[in-house]
């Protein structure tokens, strides 16, 4: 028995299988300060002015047709296609399928959930700060969740959910299909991120439209 001290193993490897991924990256303050202007301009145009304790606001999904939103389509369109060729996808032709921007008052959150009928999604932060500045990814297999033994410490290999560390001018993009949520915002100012979403041309059509409609 492998264990008993009597087996001797000629050698061992753990194989990683179907990993998923989070892309993310830092933008330079100097591009990322002219977007966060813009976009903090137009998010507090277009929100409520009373934001009660434990809210999140969530504006339509068609601001990347928006001029204020220019510099930050620029970005998101370069970062998918680097993720795209990263991924060894041919063609690589995509659509942004929306785009919409989120106000997190103090004590906000978002429960877990996916973007169905896209291929990847993705957020940019505006504001945030300590107490509001992670976001939650959980594992996609309902299997996992069947038998959770006790474990000495997480890893990356038993673990059910990765925190991920965000700052203003933090752009991720990760598989549509992965499930993540946003912890309640434990500072005493506003969360601003804008949440996107971007789908293969070939098979954009009709389907990967927002299921909740444009504004």
Known sequence: ????????????????????????????AEVSRGINAAIRALLEELAPMARPRGTLWQSGHALHR??????????????????LEFLKITPRNFAITGCWGNVSAPGGWHRMHSHPNNFLSGAYY?????????????????????LRP??????????????????????????????????????????????FNAMLTGFGGELAKPLWGEE
């Open 1 to 28: 028995m492998v264990g008993s001290g009597s087996a001797r193993l000629a050698s061992s490897e753990v194989l990683r299988l179907f990993p998923a991924f989070v892309w993310k990256a830092q933008l330079e």
């Open 66 to 83: 928006r001029a204020p939103c220019a510099g930050l389509v620029a970005v998101i369109e370069a970062a998918v296609a680097e993720v």
């Open 126 to 146: 505006v504001q945030v700060q300590d107490g509001a500045d992670t976001i939650n990814f959980h594992d996609p297999r309902p299997q996992a969740g069947v």
């Open 150 to 195: 006790p474990v000495s410490a997480l890893t990356s290999y038993n673990t059910d959910q990765v925190v991920v560390k965000v700052a203003a001018g933090t752009l991720l993009v990760f598989p549509a299909w992965l499930p993540h949520s946003v912890d309640p915002n434990a500072s005493e100012a506003d969360r601003l991120s804008v949440s």
